[in-house]
């Protein structure tokens, strides 16, 4: 998988949770996920009302396994306002990662993004490095530096 910056999505500006899960699933349609954003989000709804995929420290694992998603990845989405996201800590939420995974791919591939996104995200210093670029580019190298494959 080769992240970049179209992948990238800054100054998030949703006033709930539900509207950001549609804005990701929208966002998904541009970076070629997806040309089904409506049954893309209801998968997302869908695993949310299972648990909450709130973290701690500000981040959410949203993620979608659907027969509309064309290929395994994610999107980062960093949020202009914090949202009130269920969270293990119960602070709000302030970055999130949305995972798709095709049906093909829902055992080892998702487990193992999942994996990876969690392993980064117990490391204070990848959270701190995340939140203090600015440029696409260099998140989306930071990014494919500490997740990879």
Known sequence: MNFSADDIFLEVNVASVTAF???????????????????????????????S????DGFAIPHAKSVVIKKTGFLYFRLKN??????????????????MVPPENAGNTHLKMLANLSTALLE?????????????TKIADFINQKIGE
């Not at 995929?53 to 701690?56: H, Q, Y």
């Open 21 to 51: 899960l549609t804005y990701a699933a929208e966002a998904a349609v541009n970076a070629g996920f997806t040309m089904d954003p409506k049954e893309l989000n209801n998968s997302f709804l869908e695993r949310e009302q299972e648990f």
């Open 53 to 56: 995929t709130g973290l701690e």
């Open 82 to 99: 914090p949202l009130d996201w269920p969270t293990y800590d119960h602070k709000p939420v302030t970055d999130v990662f949305a995972l």
């Open 124 to 136: 204070e210093d990848f959270k701190v490095k995340l939140r203090t670029l600015t440029s696409k």
